[in-house]
């Protein structure tokens, strides 16, 4: 059993990353700048955007985040984001979700311009990426597909089988599969006897949001299973959407959690800020 870690891609690719921030910097005469508005303290957010902007000023990249106390108003923060849409210096927003219930989804959406869409959720961002048009990708689908491509994995003619369908992973990462010429498979909440249909699956992944739900019974045997998911078992560990050591015994490969595709997020999120940044290079 292959166990797929981030590290080695991450150390390569930020080496990579690093000398072409080199280079747009010495082109553009400053920083690629990404920003990250936030709104109030949820403290895995805090988490998650710390570990963004280290990994940023890692490869010589300027990255901030811009922070509303829980109380702020959504068109408060609206308009602080529609100033970043007219900076030109900017080249990447990042709207951290979850954000307040008094924030609604469908309108902020629509409030980071698609050319610094660097999260890929603008609509006009996703219907570029289903139509397979250059733009944005999603940066947690298009972090699981490296990492199979890192490790040498060839998903065409293959079963995909992909467990939930949020926006931000699952619908995504189906259209992504498809445009790898993978036959997918795209499980949910409402699918009847589902082991019987992931076990079809050369390559199962999971982002259902539910800790260690899937299991050996779940897994055709020498399957590779890439976990999207984080959280905590009941002994407070943090784990991902698959029982790790239960799904090892009969899979060919699997992600880690901590460790796998949480790393591969970050840095996707800091390559689509770079081609915002390149995209503004003069020829």
Known sequence: ?????????????????KADVVKCTSALGRKPKLRVVMVGDHTASAIYVANKEKMAAEIGMDAATVK??????????ARAVAELNADPSVDGILIQRPLPKSFK???????????????????????????????F???????CLKLVDFYGYDLAGKIACVIGRSSIVGKPLAQLLLQRDATVLHCHSRTKDLASITRQADFLFVAIGKPEFVRAEHVKP???????????????????????????????????????????????LLENTLAGANAKIKP
């Open 222 to 268: 020498g399957a590779v299973v890439i976990d999207v998911g984080i959280g905590k078992n009941a002994a407070n560990k943090t784990v991902g959407d698959v029982a790790y050591d239960d799904a090892a015994k009969v899979a060919g490969a699997i992600t880690p959690v901590p460790g796998g595709i949480g790393p591969m997020t970050i840095l996707g």
């Open 68 to 77: 509303f106390p829980e109380t702020a108003a959504p068109e408060e923060v």
């Open 1 to 17: 059993m292959i166990r797929l870690e981030a590290r080695p891609y991450r150390e390569k690719r930020l080496s990579e990353l």
């Open 105 to 135: 989804e469908e309108d902020v959406l629509l409030w980071v311009h698609p050319s610094k869409d660097v999260d890929a959720f603008h609509p006009e961002t996703v219907g570029r990426m289903s139509l397979g048009l250059p733009g």
């Open 137 to 143: 990708l999603p940066c947690t689908p298009a972090g």
